[in-house]
């Protein structure tokens, strides 16, 4: 049992961490370097991870583990309407496009289209996206209900970079100014190079089970682009709702 746990902590931190290296694992689970090293390579005979790049020294997750995660989530039939809306979207921006779904009290990066350009936004899939300090959970928090919102914000806003809005007020108005406008913004928030626009993927049921957005390095977003990309992207999450509830009647969404 204890080598099953073992790999198991093994699998979780390498999917948190990724690339990530033996030491780094052991330091973080707090297992000898030898019982990690024995997880991971049950963990890529098995099939859920592999070498990043090749290289026998860093691990990333595989395909398997992320489909395991999208069949617990529902998220492959939301992939299949997504992906179709996210490569025109890509192709109307030239821009790195993200699909993230909500899971507690943060959302997570499940698909990803990368733009053309040279210097670009890349974040691996799986990674956990703040919910007051991202375009992306911005958009879903500001289309649930109050109490997420007020759950945040018992639990306090945590500063990531100078410009990540800590004060609950102005994170309710600005949560506001989102409903109205049906798009968020992040400039720089959670990581100062990073700045996106996000809308969030609501049902006909009122049920939110995504957001899709555009993501451009901060010295690259303009106010221009920003107004541009939150008409883009609100287009686009309604597309892929409508995709959706078509797809649970039975037809194709029209």
């Known amino acids: 049992m204890q080598n099953v746990l073992n790999a198991l902590r093994v699998l979780e931190t390498v999917a948190a961490r990724q690339p990530v290296g033996v030491a780094a694992i052991a330091q973080e689970t707090g297992i000898p370097k030898s019982t990690a090293q024995r997880a991971l390579r049950t963990l890529q005979t098995a099939g859920w991870i592999r070498p990043a790049g090749g290289e026998l020294t860093r691990w990333v997750v595989t395909t398997k583990a992320l489909q395991v995660g999208r069949r617990a989530t529902g998220e492959l039939g939301l992939r299949d309407v997504a992906v179709p809306v996210m490569e025109k979207l890509r192709a109307r921006t030239d821009e790195t496009v993200h699909l993230a779904v909500p899971e507690g009290g943060k959302v997570v990066l499940v698909e990803r289209l990368e733009t053309s350009q040279p210097v670009r936004i890349v974040l691996p899939l799986g990674t956990d996206l ?125």
Request: glycine share 10%; proline share 6%; no cysteine.
């Open 130 to 254: 703040p919910l007051h300090a991202s375009a992306n959970g911005k958009a879903v928090l500001a289309a649930g209900g109050p109490e997420p919102v007020e759950e945040l914000l018992a639990n306090g806003l945590p500063r990531h970079t100078d410009t990540t809005n800590t004060e609950p007020d102005r994170l309710r108005a600005e949560l506001a100014a989102i409903r109205e406008r049906g798009y968020a913004t992040n400039s720089g928030e959670w990581r100062a190079d990073v700045s996106a626009v996000a809308a969030p993927v609501v049902l006909g049921s009122g049920r939110v089970v995504a957001s899709v957005s555009v993501n451009v390095p901060t010295s690259r977003m303009t106010e221009e682009s920003r107004a541009t990309f939150g008409a883009l992207v609100r287009t686009a999450a309604r597309d892929i709702a409508r995709g959706l509830d078509g797809a649970a009647r039975g037809d194709d969404g029209r």
